[in-house]
């Protein structure tokens, strides 16, 4: 007859028992984790955040309805149009744009062509008590017509002897210096609108322009 193994089954640890159970639970702990982190993602909002989300929500909220009531119950006015208005009466307040400004008229002044005209040669001369020699170019300009050019042409010898006449007077000390050159052109002016007034009755030269002064 065959031996038969009688021996009773062995008992496990309870140690054992007791580790299979802390690392079943880490495992179930671990897997559970990992499947939040995965299906809910890692950036989670902190607490606070949300917290000023909904502050903010809500004062957009307030901000809007308050815009709404301020923007209620203005009636709409219907303008009438200007030629429909009947005689006195206004046009409302409401309807009346903002004012046009005026453009003033600016008095127009009557403006006169500048006529020039220059000597054709230089004229030279002795200076008043000395040995030097003046030499100028001369030039007229006027705002009458045609005629007072017309008429320096025609009288060109009696006005060059007049010149002449009036540069010779001039020393040597009243001709030298800005201020002399003025004084002298104001002299010749004079000079020669006598000679024209003489000899036809009008002048009309207004300015003398020294076109070229030399003192030799």
């Known amino acids: 007859m065959a031996d038969e193994n009688t021996d009773p089954p ?32 890692g950036n989670q909002p902190l607490p606070e955040d949300i917290a000023n989300d909904i502050i903010a929500s809500k004062a957009a909220g307030e901000a809007g309805a308050e815009g709404g009531v301020e923007g209620e119950g203005e009636p709409e006015i219907d303008c ?25 008229e600016v008095p127009s002044e009557e403006l006169f062509e500048t006529m020039y005209y220059e000597f054709p040669a230089t004229l030279t001369t002795n200076l008043k008590g000395s040995r030097r020699f003046l030499q100028v170019g001369i030039g007229i300009s006027t705002q009458y017509d045609e005629t007072v050019i017309e008429n320096i042409e025609a009288h060109m010898p009696a006005l060059t002897a007049e010149i002449l006449a009036t540069l010779s007077d001039y020393t040597e000390e009243e001709v030298a210096g800005r201020e002399a050159r003025f004084a002298l052109a104001e002299d010749l002016r004079t ?11 009008f002048g009309g030269i207004e300015k003398v322009h020294l076109t070229s002064y030399v003192m030799q």
Request: proline content about 6%; hydrophobic content about 35%; charged content about 25%.
């Open 191 to 201: 000079t020669m609108n006598t000679t024209l007034t003489g000899l036809e009755g």
């Open 80 to 104: 009438p149009v200007e030629e429909e208005l009947e005689e006195g009466e206004e046009m409302p307040e409401e309807c009346m744009g903002p004012e046009e400004k005026v453009s003033k």
């Open 10 to 41: 062995k008992k496990k640890s309870p140690i054992m028992l007791i580790l299979a159970g802390v690392f079943g639970g880490i495992i179930l702990v671990g897997g559970g984790l990992g499947a939040g982190y995965f299906l809910f993602g």
